[in-house]
């Protein structure tokens, strides 16, 4: 059973930075596989925007434009464990949000943002950022 637990979130006043963790266990691959490992994050009265997303072998790097230049996506992985960290720096309320981390296999093609193809999800961390 693959499980994913994110933590890190908080509050803090404009301009201030949050660093989030995502650890996934339970998560099976060999040397070979590829996967995606993104975060989305979902406000108040919007749906989920997909946030950054990092291929394994790093050959694939996104970010959504209104956190380019401000959120840094980085990861790690150890035998059966994968770890995904959002740095966040220079934050405003409209990064308030709840974020989730999330993975998924990749064969062929990109990692995107649709999060239909995301089988795996953490429960989310709570983001407020004050004015």
């Known amino acids: 059973q693959v499980q994913l637990v994110e933590s890190g979130g908080g509050s803090v006043q404009a301009g201030g930075s949050l660093s989030l963790s995502c650890i996934a266990s339970?998560?099976?691959?060999?040397?070979?596989?590829?996967?995606?490992l993104s975060w989305f994050r979902q406000h108040p009265r919007r749906g989920r925007e997909g946030v950054a997303t990092i291929s394994r072998f790093g050959g694939i790097l996104s970010y959504a434009a209104s956190v380019e230049g401000r959120f840094t996506i980085s990861h790690g992985s150890d035998k059966n464990t994968v770890a995904i960290y959002l740095q966040m720096n220079n934050l405003t309320p409209d990064d308030t949000a709840i974020y989730y981390c999330t993975l998924r296999g990749l064969r062929s093609g990109a990692c995107d943002f649709d999060y239909s193809l995301y089988p795996y999800w953490g429960q989310g961390t709570q983001v407020t950022v004050s004015s």
């Open positions: 339970g998560y099976t691959y060999d040397n070979h596989s590829n996967h995606c």
